[in-house]
């Protein structure tokens, strides 16, 4: 009769969701029940809610009984609107499904009933087949009322309540939550109904798996509970938890606990570190988006692989404070690290990621000191690209791809010009980074530029030519304190005369005799008669210069081996720059090989190659056209007070100098 019974129901909800439109399948392959494989993340689509399988027909109608079939297959039954109204039909409904039925999932969507009437639902579903429940969006009508219910001879596995909204604001909580916490099942969700508190169960519950997501639960929960010996994954993201150390002491009687999610809440140290007293078995322990500081290591489960502490406070990592051995992942993404931390404490240390901080110049010993690190993930924070991060940038070609997310995510934050250059196009010379380098290459270069001036001056007698251009300086200077009158100098002579004492013959009876007499006489500037006596040769041969309107040079072997002509020469080449005027007239007395003129002759070399000059000729018959283009080169008047003195001043400098000057 019993299966007779169960035909009869199947044949009228076929007939009656084909006249709804509703289309019935059976599918074939079986929902796979609750394993131990929960997730890691601690985000909310992660979180293990009630299984179920869905065959996509979502087609909606509605029936007699005013509820909406969402999904009707052979395993799962999906339905909503299910009120004070149709509640009773649908409890007689499912009494029919047995522990011989093949349902096994069951939603229940958009609930609105009394408390009573939603227990002896639960009740009726607990003794059927059904192995995982759902309820979605459940608002509790009447008063909570203490209900005996009985736990026994069932077949559920996992119950998941989300937004469950309690209208009863006066009840007593062992009415409500003692249903909860002594439920014999494997997997348990209660999700955003604000519920602010949970009891301990009375004996050893069987429970493996906790969700509280988005509750308001505090401290207070299950200190002092000894009866979830089994849980192995517990979630308590986006709750109100405060003290870190109350959390470790929650878990410590949990010997079976391996993944806890504490995310997303209001922790931080409160400086009761040392009383820290986790289970050993935690594993992995989430305590992203907190408050955390550094302090955090000092409170924390020694046995943990995987430690999330990313979005938090943390500045640092310190050392000694805390041995996690077993730690295989950290993550410390989106905190305050200036740089990577060691390894002391982390020896078992494989993944690390430090995305999201401010490190500018990370430790390019890192991977030293962290030799079993395989992944590191460093990027999205503001490098500044100097020589100190060159190391780093090396690093990253040696590491064999550790680094995850190079190069996109590896960008140059500082300085400004360098701003948004990915780090490996970022290039700086060993020279610009190295001290010592740059500090040997500047000491060899100076000893060279030190070198090469030190020859240079030698090479071209430098010091020669700054002692003449002192004296010159010197020379003037004088003039001008003494002679404030004289100040602006007037020519005297047509002429200078430069010439090596070993050349006297030819300017004694050749040039004078011919430049000085005769009509258009030349006034001549001649050492032996015109320096005047008391005064240095140098002054001498400066004011002779400067009162000349021409300079002649008598140019010979014995010319450039005197080095009194040099200075001659020196001062007439610095008037012809500093009074830019074509004072000076070359005459070519005798051939000067190239090999014979010293090398700091280099201007007369330059004015005999840039210049017309003279050439005394060997034959009779082309003098007289020399003295004429000579003639032609010094043409020029001088004022008449000079030129009518010119026979007294001759005399006096004559008279004047008793020992000629030797050139």
Same mark, same amino acid.
Not at 98 to 110: D, E, I, M, P
């Given at each position: 009769?019993?299966?007779?019974?169960?035909?009869?129901?199947?044949?009228?909800?076929?007939?009656?969701?084909?006249?709804?439109?509703?289309?019935?399948?059976?599918?074939?392959?079986?929902?796979?029940?609750?394993?131990?494989?929960?997730?890691?993340?601690?985000?909310?689509?992660?979180?293990?809610?009630?299984?179920?399988?869905?065959?996509?027909?979502?087609?909606?109608?509605?029936?007699?009984?005013?509820?909406?079939?969402?999904?009707?297959?052979?395993?799962?039954?999906?339905?909503?609107?299910?009120?004070?109204?149709?509640?009773?039909?649908?409890?007689?409904?499912?009494?029919?499904?047995?522990?011989?039925?093949?349902?096994?999932?069951?939603?229940?969507?958009?609930?609105?009933?009394?408390?009573?009437?939603?227990?002896?639902?639960?009740?009726?579903?607990?003794?059927?087949?059904?192995?995982?429940?759902?309820?979605?969006?459940?608002?509790?009508?009447?008063?909570?009322?203490?209900?005996?219910?009985?736990?026994?001879?069932?077949?559920?596995?996992?119950?998941?309540?989300?937004?469950?909204?309690?209208?009863?604001?006066?009840?007593?909580?062992?009415?409500?939550?003692?249903?909860?916490?002594?439920?014999?099942?494997?997997?348990?969700?209660?999700?955003?109904?604000?519920?602010?508190?949970?009891?301990?169960?009375?004996?050893?519950?069987?429970?493996?798996?906790?969700?509280?997501?988005?509750?308001?639960?505090?401290?207070?929960?299950?200190?002092?509970?000894?009866?979830?010996?089994?849980?192995?994954?517990?979630?308590?993201?986006?709750?109100?938890?405060?003290?870190?150390?109350?959390?470790?002491?929650?878990?410590?009687?949990?010997?079976?606990?391996?993944?806890?999610?504490?995310?997303?809440?209001?922790?931080?140290?409160?400086?009761?570190?040392?009383? +820290?007293?986790?289970? &050993?078995? #935690? @594993?992995?322990?989430? %305590?992203?988006?907190?408050? *955390? $500081? =550094?302090?955090?290591?000092?409170?924390?489960?020694?046995?943990?692989?995987?430690?999330?502490?990313?979005?938090?406070?943390?500045?640092?990592?310190?050392?000694?404070?805390?041995?996690?051995?077993?730690?295989?992942?950290?993550?410390?993404?989106?905190?305050?690290?200036?740089?990577?931390?060691?390894?002391?404490?982390?020896?078992?240390?494989?993944?690390?990621?430090?995305?999201?901080?401010?490190?500018?110049?990370?430790?390019?010993?890192?991977?030293?000191?962290?030799?079993?690190?395989?992944?590191?993930?460093?990027?999205?924070?503001?490098?500044?690209?100097?020589?100190?991060?060159?190391?780093?940038?090396?690093?990253?070609?040696?590491?064999?791809?550790?680094?995850?997310?190079?190069?996109?995510?590896?960008? +140059?934050?500082?300085? &400004?010009? #360098? @701003?948004?250059?990915? %780090?490996?196009?970022?290039? *700086? $010379? =060993?020279?610009?980074?190295?001290?010592?380098?740059?500090?040997?290459?500047?000491?060899?270069?100076?000893?060279?530029?030190?070198?090469?001036?030190?020859?240079?001056?030698?090479?071209?007698?430098?010091?020669?030519?700054?002692?003449?251009?002192?004296?010159?300086?010197?020379?003037?200077?004088?003039?001008?304190?003494?002679?404030?009158?004289?100040?602006?100098?007037?020519?005297?002579?047509?002429?200078?005369?430069?010439?090596?004492?070993?050349?006297?013959?030819?300017?004694?009876?050749?040039?004078?005799?011919?430049?000085?007499?005769?009509?258009?006489?030349?006034?001549?500037?001649?050492?032996?008669?015109?320096?005047?006596?008391?005064?240095?040769?140098?002054?001498?041969?400066?004011?002779?210069?400067?009162?000349?309107?021409?300079?002649?040079?008598?140019?010979?072997?014995?010319?450039?081996?005197?080095?009194?002509?040099?200075?001659?020469?020196?001062?007439?080449?610095?008037?012809?720059?500093?009074?830019?005027?074509?004072?000076?007239?070359?005459?070519?007395?005798?051939?000067?090989?190239?090999?014979?003129?010293?090398?700091?002759?280099?201007?007369?070399?330059?004015?005999?190659?840039?210049?017309?000059?003279?050439?005394?000729?060997?034959?009779?018959?082309?003098?007289?056209?020399?003295?004429?283009?000579?003639?032609?080169?010094?043409?020029?008047?001088?004022?008449?007070?000079?030129?009518?003195?010119?026979?007294?001043?001759?005399?006096?400098?004559?008279?004047?100098?008793?020992?000629?000057?030797?050139?």
């Amino acid at each position: 009769m019993r299966d007779l019974q169960n035909f009869f129901v199947y044949e009228c909800l076929f007939v009656l969701t084909f006249w709804n439109n509703i289309s019935l399948s059976v599918e074939d392959e079986l929902f796979t029940p609750v394993s131990n494989n929960f997730p890691e993340g601690g985000s909310e689509k992660n979180i293990m809610s009630l299984p179920l399988l869905y065959n996509h027909h979502h087609q909606r109608s509605k029936a007699d009984y005013n509820w909406v079939v969402i999904e009707n297959t052979t395993e799962s039954l999906s339905l909503s609107q299910i009120t004070n109204s149709n509640v009773k039909k649908l409890i007689t409904l499912l009494s029919d499904f047995g522990k011989g039925s093949r349902l096994q999932n069951l939603t229940l969507t958009n609930v609105s009933v009394d408390w009573n009437i939603f227990l002896e639902l639960l009740q009726t579903i607990w003794q059927s087949s059904i192995e995982y429940f759902n309820i979605n969006n459940f608002t509790q009508l009447s008063n909570i009322e203490k209900y005996n219910f009985r736990y026994s001879g069932t077949s559920m596995k996992a119950l998941a309540l989300k937004n469950i909204l309690v209208t009863d604001l006066y009840f007593s909580q062992d009415d409500l939550y003692r249903i909860l916490a002594d439920m014999n099942i494997e997997a348990l969700t209660v999700a955003g109904s604000e519920m602010i508190h949970m009891l301990c169960p009375s004996s050893n519950s069987p429970l493996r798996y906790l969700n509280f997501i988005n509750n308001d639960l505090t401290d207070l929960l299950f200190q002092n509970c000894d009866t979830l010996i089994q849980l192995e994954i517990f979630i308590l993201q986006k709750n109100k938890f405060e003290s870190l150390s109350k959390v470790s002491s929650m878990t410590r009687y949990m010997k079976s606990l391996s993944y806890l999610d504490m995310s997303s809440n209001l922790l931080r140290t409160d400086g009761a570190e040392e009383h +820290c007293q986790w289970t &050993e078995s #935690l @594993k992995e322990l989430d %305590l992203s988006s907190n408050q *955390l $500081t =550094e302090s955090v290591f000092g409170c924390l489960p020694v046995n943990v692989n995987k430690l999330d502490l990313h979005n938090n406070q943390i500045s640092s990592v310190p050392q000694g404070i805390a041995e996690l051995k077993s730690l295989k992942e950290l993550n410390l993404a989106s905190n305050r690290l200036a740089d990577l931390p060691g390894c002391g404490g982390f020896s078992a240390l494989e993944i690390l990621n430090m995305e999201m901080n401010s490190i500018l110049t990370p430790s390019a010993d890192f991977f030293e000191s962290c030799q079993r690190v395989r992944e590191l993930e460093a990027g999205h924070n503001p490098f500044k690209c100097s020589c100190e991060l060159q190391a780093f940038v090396r690093l990253e070609r040696q590491s064999g791809g550790k680094l995850s997310g190079w190069p996109e995510a590896y960008v +140059c934050e500082y300085p &400004e010009d #360098l @701003k948004g250059t990915q %780090l490996k196009d970022f290039h *700086l $010379t =060993e020279l610009a980074c190295n001290a010592t380098l740059l500090l040997v290459t500047a000491l060899l270069l100076t000893l060279v530029l030190v070198g090469v001036v030190a020859f240079l001056c030698i090479y071209l007698d430098v010091p020669w030519y700054v002692r003449m251009l002192w004296q010159w300086t010197q020379t003037k200077r004088r003039a001008w304190h003494e002679c404030p009158e004289e100040r602006e100098t007037v020519l005297q002579f047509h002429a200078f005369i430069s010439y090596s004492e070993r050349d006297s013959v030819w300017v004694k009876t050749e040039l004078i005799p011919n430049l000085e007499k005769g009509e258009g006489s030349v006034q001549l500037c001649q050492h032996e008669r015109n320096f005047v006596p008391g005064k240095s040769i140098v002054e001498n041969i400066i004011n002779c210069i400067d009162k000349s309107y021409k300079s002649i040079f008598v140019l010979s072997p014995n010319f450039v081996q005197s080095e009194w002509c040099h200075y001659e020469l020196y001062f007439a080449h610095h008037k012809l720059f500093s009074e830019n005027c074509n004072s000076l007239i070359l005459i070519l007395l005798e051939p000067i090989p190239q090999y014979i003129i010293p090398a700091r002759y280099h201007k007369l070399k330059a004015l005999m190659a840039k210049r017309t000059y003279l050439e005394w000729p060997k034959e009779r018959s082309k003098r007289a056209l020399f003295w004429a283009n000579l003639r032609a080169a010094i043409n020029v008047n001088l004022p008449m007070s000079f030129e009518g003195n010119e026979e007294e001043n001759d005399v006096t400098f004559t008279d004047s100098i008793t020992q000629p000057l030797i050139k």
